[in-house]
Nanobody, 116 residues
């Protein structure tokens, strides 16, 4: 089993920064990649960024140059550093882990609200 817990969301002004954390527990050795998704009200869930077990990363176009995904292996945590936040970044942000079995695990999400 793998469990994910997001934290770090909140209310931030346009242009501000936040760092989201995804704490991973359980069978971490079965994880092949960890991703951040987001879902705004009335919208479909969309991929934001991912990091593989080998350390490769990818960020989607809307957040390139503003967000960074990283991990701390010792702390079993994956981070999403968000800078220059825009109103359209307002969403619930979810952590997702893909396992070697193909199964996916989701956290409960953390709300990010960007406002003036």
């Amino acid at each position: 089993q793998v469990q994910l817990e997001e934290s770090g969301g909140g209310l931030v002004q346009i242009g501000g920064s936040l760092r989201l954390s995804c704490a991973i527990s359980g069978r971490k050795d079965t994880i092949t990649a960890v991703a951040w998704y987001r879902q705004a009200p009335g919208m479909e869930r969309e991929l934001v960024a991912f990091i593989t077990s080998g350390g490769s990363t990818k960020l989607e176009e809307p957040v390139k140059g503003r967000f960074t995904i990283s991990r701390d292996k010792a702390e079993n945590t994956v981070y999403l550093q968000m800078t220059n936040l825009k109103r359209e970044d307002t969403s619930v942000y979810y952590c997702n882990a893909v396992r070697t079995s193909g199964d996916e695990v989701w956290g409960l999400g953390t709300q990010v609200t960007v406002s003036s």
